[in-house]
């Protein structure tokens, strides 16, 4: 991509671009806000190295634009900055910026680049500050302390000094008293005078004065002020040896300097974002339906029953699931804002990108200013089954009190949401992961070496997320769900297995906390017809995040069961009971359940269903329609007693899927069967709350099961409860 990078003089903003380069990106311009008195550098709240500008565009001979800043709101200064960037350089599509630890900085760039159509890049974004000190230095960074605030710097002793000369002063300083070495608390200031960008020659500092802000006698605060300098010319092939990150950087002879005055008038925002209205589509004659849970968090679903050739296309189809969903929210007294995860299953992920715009006129960054819900977006075989081209499910909270993690711009840290969707949603102590795919965050591009690798990533990725909420998914995961492509080499399964685990080991062991108690986490995997991206492999988390520092394990309930189960339809306990599922229960408040149905459990299920059993062979079969309703029943009772014997109801139940796969039975068929199996149970148990409006989502899918070669479950499902 062509790049503005955002300039302030420093170190940070010059390894920035740096990195930049080393990803491909072309640098076309430099971008810097100027104070209004040109007198003073303005070291705090705005970026600073006015008077370094110019000597850096010299020395690197390169295109830069500034901005005097007016006295209003900084996020506006630089829009108008960026905008007239725009307009003077259309061929940009990318902002650099130095953004290390700071939200404040880092955020304000996203909203630009939002509003402009602009992709924020961060590539210093939750770097480890020792190794990045250390990786600037070693990258022959050249700067200098122009400011200094913290416990241990000196303003007499140490501005002016250079950077790698107090390297070890500084991590010193870490281990004492705990400060950022790169500066990132506002410790320290620099000016860079040389690095591997500046081709033509290096900045030298002349005079300079030293004005003592504070004299406090812990953490005196000085600036250095650069009086006069000069260029000092260095020839060019001795200035790019040994940086990889700089020799094949196109340098272009752009000698321009543009500053833009602070008393433009603003101009209208660039139509980046589509509309936030939609027109109202109505399909007329097909039938569209619902399912939601009780809980206070509940998950709301919306789809069609009708065949793809009825279908008026998938941007059609999902503005009415949409509008839908938005109106029953709108029933309850909730909008988009009070949604935390989102479900977005599409037929054909080749129409991805029509289906991302059309997701987009309707959940906004405006719409929820507590955050965007986090996502999963999957390829489903819905036509198969009768369905629509998309199907949505939402996960609501009548609480608005969630955490959410938006991350757009690309870093080296974890894959960016650039749009209306959020890495993480941490809600009443449980975190929402998004998918998260096997993607090289600098690049966004998927990872070479197969599965294995996708697999190893997409948990590194997770991992980087998890670690922003202080919790590892290696020692707080409650449930896995990976999703797998078709395109999977079925000789990978048996190591995507073993690659699982010994990833999630290896982080275990890195985690210093050893008080803390390690969760014992389910997995249901699933075989997809496709992913994002064409990944082979999706992984998506649920953890459990704790409002207090220690983490039960698995919380034995006996005693409120009292030691009877519940019979229904004639199932009496068995202890082959135990091979059909998998269950977590954290601390008494949330319940985790998967139950996977397989041929054999099918055969035990029928055993008394008419008296004979079929035979079943390795490969699938059409079961009878009678076999299945046997099958859905069995596992309602299973799923009553597991909760009853955990302490938990059906009204704690937040989310409960059936996955099944397209080769038995069709969409309408399997829903009618669960929907009579709940409407007996209902009666049988007086349970009110199961009422007409399902309780349950169907999925359909290629293939499920509780481990990677075993996804041949007849029927899945996946449950997740919460105590008010």
Not at 123 to 133: A, G, P
Not at 181 to 197: A, I, S, W
Request: glycine share 6%; hydrophobic share 40%.
């Amino acid at each position: 991509m062509k790049v503005v990078a955002l300039v302030s003089g420093g170190k940070d903003s010059c390894f920035a671009m740096m990195k930049c380069i080393h990803y491909g990106h072309q640098i076309v311009g430099l971008a810097n806000l100027l104070p209004v008195d040109d007198s003073t550098d303005e070291l705090d709240s705005y970026m600073l190295g006015t008077k370094w500008l110019s000597a850096m565009q010299n020395a690197w001979e390169h295109q830069s634009l500034s901005y005097k800043m007016t006295a209003g709101d900084e996020v506006e200064d630089m829009f108008i900055l960026l905008d007239e960037v725009k307009r003077q350089l259309p061929c940009i599509e990318a902002v650099s910026s130095g953004a290390i630890a700071s939200d404040y900085q880092r955020l304000r760039v996203e909203s630009v680049c939002s509003r402009l159509g602009l992709v924020s890049l961060a590539y210093l974004w939750k770097q480890d500050q020792s190794l990045l000190l250390d990786d600037m230095i070693a990258s022959r960074i050249v700067a200098i302390l122009v400011k200094v605030a913290a416990m241990g710097l000196n303003p007499a002793k140490h501005l002016g000094k250079d950077l790698a000369h107090l390297k070890d002063y500084l991590h010193k300083l870490k281990e004492l008293y705990g400060i950022n070495v790169c500066g990132e608390g506002g410790e320290y200031e620099t000016l860079t005078l040389d690095c591997p960008l500046f081709i033509n020659a290096r900045i030298v500092l002349d005079e300079f004065q030293i004005a003592l802000h504070s004299s406090d006698s812990i953490a005196p605060v000085g600036v250095l002020h650069p009086l006069t300098f000069h260029l000092e010319e260095k020839e060019k092939a001795a200035s790019l040896s040994g940086s990889d990150m700089a020799t094949d950087f196109p340098f272009e002879k752009l000698s321009a300097v543009y500053e833009v005055q602070g008393s433009l008038v603003q101009k209208s925002e660039h139509n980046c974002q589509p509309s936030d209205t939609v027109s109202n589509i109505v399909i007329v004659g097909h039938n569209i339906s619902t399912s939601k849970t009780t809980n206070s968090t509940f998950s709301l679903c919306c789809w069609f029953q009708y065949s793809c050739e009825e279908s008026a296309g998938l941007k059609a189809d999902l503005v009415i699931v949409l509008q839908e969903i938005e109106r029953q929210l709108a029933e309850h007294g909730f909008n988009w804002e009070h949604v935390i995860y989102i479900h977005l299953y599409i037929d054909d992920m080749n129409e991805f990108a029509n289906a991302n715009e059309t997701y987009v006129s309707f959940i906004t960054q405006e719409k929820c200013p507590l955050g965007v819900p986090s996502r999963s977006t999957i390829e489903l075989p819905l036509s198969q089954v009768g369905l629509g081209k998309c199907y949505t499910e939402v996960l609501v909270s009548k609480e608005q009190s969630k955490r959410v993690l938006h991350v757009q711009s690309i870093s080296c840290w974890a894959p960016s949401c650039i749009g209306p969707y959020s890495q993480a949603t941490l809600h009443k102590e449980i975190l929402y992961m998004a998918g998260q795919l096997g993607l090289d965050p600098p690049t966004m591009v998927l990872c070479n070496g197969g599965t294995t690798s996708e697999l190893e990533q997409a948990l590194q990725n997770s991992e980087a997320v998890a670690e922003c909420f202080c919790c590892s998914i290696s020692t707080s995961a409650i449930l896995f769900v990976i999703y797998c492509s078709v395109n999977i080499p079925s000789v990978d399964f048996i190591g995507m297995q073993h690659k699982m685990e010994s990833v999630l080991k290896d982080m275990q062991s890195l985690q210093l906390d050893t008080r803390k108690k390690v969760l014992n986490p389910i997995f249901l995997y699933v075989l997809v017809p496709n992913l994002p991206k064409r990944a082979l492999v999706e992984i998506k988390p649920v953890l459990y995040v704790p409002e207090d520092v220690d983490t039960s394990e698995e919380t034995t309930v006996q005693n409120l069961s009292c030691g009877v189960y519940n019979s229904y339809w004639g199932f009496r306990p068995a202890d082959w009971h135990h091979s059909c599922f998998e269950k977590y229960v954290v601390d008494n408040k949330i319940c985790a359940i998967i139950i996977s149905i397989r041929n054999e459990h099918t055969a035990k299920i029928c055993s008394d269903f008419e008296g004979t059993v079929q035979e079943l062979g390795d490969c699938q079969i059409a079961f009878s329609l009678g076999e299945v309703e046997r099958v859905a029943r069995f596992c309602i009772y299973l799923l009553d007693n597991i909760l009853a014997k955990n302490g938990f109801s059906w009204e704690d139940i937040m989310t409960l899927r059936f996955y099944f796969p397209t080769t038995h039975l069709s969409f309408e068929e399997l829903s009618a069967i669960f929907t009579t199996a709940f409407k007996e149970f209902s009666e049988m148990s007086k349970l009110a709350m199961i009422g007409e409006v399902p309780i349950f989502n169907l999925v359909p899918v290629l293939g499920s099961g509780v481990s990677a070669n075993l996804m041949d479950d007849i029927i899945s499902c996946e449950l997740l409860a919460q105590k008010a």
